[in-house]
Structure formats: C-alpha cells, structure tokens
C-alpha cells in the first residue's frame, strides 16, 4: 500500500474540490464545523463478488482522504446485508449468495481496500467490522420489535432505490429490508464504534437518511450523512466497463496492463474529473498537468494511469505496464528496444473497414491467411491491447488510437500502422 499524503485540513473542502460531493445531511458549514475535530466514519462494502471494480474506487478514495485529513475510517463489509441484497441501482434482485462464497469474497474485497487504505491501530488506522457479526444472531421478532415501529413504509417507498424497483418490476420483500438493516448498521455502529459519519455513494442517500432518522428516535444520536457522486463519463455512458465487461480492481479478473489501458484511454473530457477522484495528486498540479487542452492531455491520461494503477497495484506494478506501454505506443520502439515495423494505411480502407487476416499478412506478421487464421485460433493476435478470437473480424476507424492501430502477433511481434 502506498502512503496516504498527510493533510492539515478540512475533509469537507478537499473532498468539495476534488468533486466528491453530490449530497449532506447539514449545510456546507454545518459539515465543516463537524470535520474540523478528528471524527470516525464508514462505508459499506457489500461482497457480491470476490473483487470490487473500478466504480468502487470513489468510496475507497473517499476513505483514504478521510484518513489523511486526521479522522478514522470503519470499513463495513456487509456479510449480512449481501444475504439480502441492495436493491440501489439495480432493475432486479441479484443471485442469492451462499454464506461461503460471501465469506470468501469479503477477505478478497478487504484486501483491496487495504492497498489503498491503512489498517492498524493508530489513531487514524481504518479498521475492518463485518456487519454479520451483530445482525446474523438477532432474533427476527427481537428485531422487529425493536426497529419496526420506527420506520414508516409511506417513507420507504418515497426513496428511489425503491421507487426505481418499484417502476422497473418491483421488489422483493427481502430487498425490501435492505434500508432496515443498513440503518441498524449506523446506528450499532454509533453505540459500539463512536461513528456519527456515514459516507457512500449517492445511490445510498435513501439508506443513509434512514439511518439518521432511526439514531434520532432510539439513541439520542445525531448522525450525519454525506454521498459521493455515481460517476459517469463525459458522453453520458456507463464509467468501468471496456469492450470486455466490468473493469476490476483484481489483476486475476483484470489484468494490470489492460487496467492501466482502461485509464489511459478515457476521453478527454474526463481527464481533469478522474485525476481529482482517482489520485492524491493536488488539484493545482492536476491543473497545470491539463491546462491548455490538446498534446498535454495525452501526458495527464499517462498520468492518471500510472496514479492509479499505483494504488491499486503497487509501483512495481505501475512502472512495468507504464514501460510496456511506452514502448508499445511509443513513436518507435518496442518493450525490448527494437524498432517497431511501421508502414502507412489509409483512412479509406478503414471506413470500409479491413479484415484482420489481412491486416496480419500486410504486417508481415503472418506468411499466408491460413498462418493468421491459425494465429488468431491459437490466441495469440491482438489489436492494440484486446484479444481477436474471430477470424472473420473487420478493423474500423473505432479502432485508430493516437492516429495509428498496433498489430500484435504473440508477445513480442507486432506492426503499427500510421492512418492517414
């Protein structure tokens, strides 16, 4: 894990500049009053599979802050609430999970987050609660008693996690509980853990509100809530997926090379945003990195890739796929140093678009189309850094990148076409 930079200074401006704030339960001076002294605060993190994904980042990131600003955070794992399932953001009920899978996958997640947040036993060391631990033994009468009077289902269903069920199907009454159980969550951990801060994304708003509201009525508690932005792309699609599916943050499901790929590749409109979210680098110096728009950009997505991939990865990591990257879409060499073959291809075949048996005869990576075909069965072409399992498969100017599409045949050759 690398280390967090320490802050002299207010979590609720560093998180506003960095554009981590979307929602709070107390107006702006009201949050900075609150985070002026040293406060412990969570997230939860529901272990529905045995890695988070690149989405994730901006509740992580927000704990790292949170930790280098002087306070504690609690990182919850919802061994329980996984049983049941958030009904946030989804159109329908997720695959029920055995107690198993959700353990397994719950030390897989921690250990991610433990590459960017710190663990020990200092002040501010983050510190690991699974919520099974207080919910799994409740008896349901018990509960129901001691909670029940205190939610009003008319309010329940006003929230949109539930009204967005609702319109697109409906929900199950196991999701239903879902709000009951996080809002417990706050609420324990208050008494147990000192914790009056809750932070998640804003799908959560709903969750957290209730939480605030059932602390208000059974603990005397005044608890606070903050939401961080759902991020999406400049062009209004879906952030953390690439032709493949999902980007995650393990490098078994994601590879460390195509991860760092994903980063360097985003569009240039959301250069500036995801240096602010994803990176400790200081906004003044994400400005000067992207003032001025144009070549400079292509250097700040270089940036934020290597930033990221350090987090997550490690600099090892980070260093050897900045390298290969380098020398891949470098101007001329390769991994090794040698020169990479080039030659021109215009822009007319591509708009036609240009098969990649072709191509690969043309590089010379392949003597006939029965050798290409062979290689692309055998799995080993790829065009820039995605794998090519059709033979059939034809090349557009989609595929174009900093003005040129790289070939590769096996590890070490490949051809770059210049578009013209």
Request: hydrophobic letters at 45%; proline letters at 3%.
């Amino acid at each position: 894990m690398t280390t967090a930079p320490t802050l002299a200074a207010n979590l609720f401006d560093v998180l506003s500049e960095r554009g981590f704030v979307a929602q709070h339960t107390r107006d702006a001076a009201g949050m900075r009053a609150l985070l002026a002294a040293p406060q412990t605060a969570y997230i939860g993190f529901d272990p529905t599979a045995d890695s988070l994904h690149v989405g994730s980042l901006v509740p992580i990131m927000g704990l790292r802050w949170l930790q280098a600003c002087g306070h504690r955070p609690l990182v919850v794992v919802g061994g329980a609430t996984a049983l049941v399932g958030d009904p946030s953001g989804k159109t329908e009920m997720r695959r029920m999970l055995t107690r198993e899978d959700i353990d397994r996958n719950a030390a897989a997640i921690a250990a991610q987050i433990g590459r960017i947040v710190r663990f020990d036993a200092s002040a501010t060391g983050a510190k690991l609660v699974n919520n099974a631990d207080w919910l799994v033994g409740l008896e349901w009468i018990a509960m129901l008693r001691a909670v029940g009077p205190h939610f009003s289902v008319n309010r329940m269903l006003s929230m949109d996690s539930v009204k967005g069920r609702l319109e697109g199907g409906g929900i199950s009454f196991l999701e239903f509980n879902y709000m009951v159980m996080q809002a417990y969550d706050f609420v324990h951990l208050f008494k147990a853990e000192g914790c009056a801060l809750q932070m998640g994304g804003q799908d959560q708003w709903g969750n957290i509100v209730m939480g605030i509201e059932l602390g208000r009525r059974t603990a005397d508690a005044e608890l606070v809530g903050l939401t961080m932005p759902l991020v999406t792309k400049s062009d209004g699609g879906k952030f953390g997926k690439s032709e493949k599916g999902n980007i995650w943050l393990s490098a078994e499901r994601t590879p460390v090379y195509e991860f760092f790929q994903f980063w360097r590749n985003v569009a240039d409109g959301d250069v500036v945003r995801f240096l602010g979210f994803f990176t400790d680098l200081p906004m003044a110096e994400v400005r000067s990195l992207t003032d001025g728009g144009g070549e400079k950009l292509n250097h700040a997505k270089e940036v934020l890739a290597f930033q990221v991939t350090r987090l997550v990865h490690g600099e090892a990591a980070a260093a050897a796929a900045l390298a290969s990257a380098k020398g891949a879409f470098g101007a001329a060499h390769d991994v090794t140093g040698d020169a990479i073959p080039h030659s021109d291809l215009p822009a007319a075949e591509l708009a036609a678009g240009l098969g990649i048996v072709a191509l690969l005869v043309r590089a010379k990576l392949a003597t006939s189309n029965g050798e290409a075909k062979r290689l692309i069965e055998g799995g080993g072409v790829r065009v820039h850094d995605i794998a090519v399992t059709d033979i059939g498969l034809k090349i557009y100017a989609a595929a174009v990148q900093d003005g040129f599409v790289l070939v590769r045949a096996g590890k070490k050759k490949m051809h770059r076409f210049d578009v013209r």
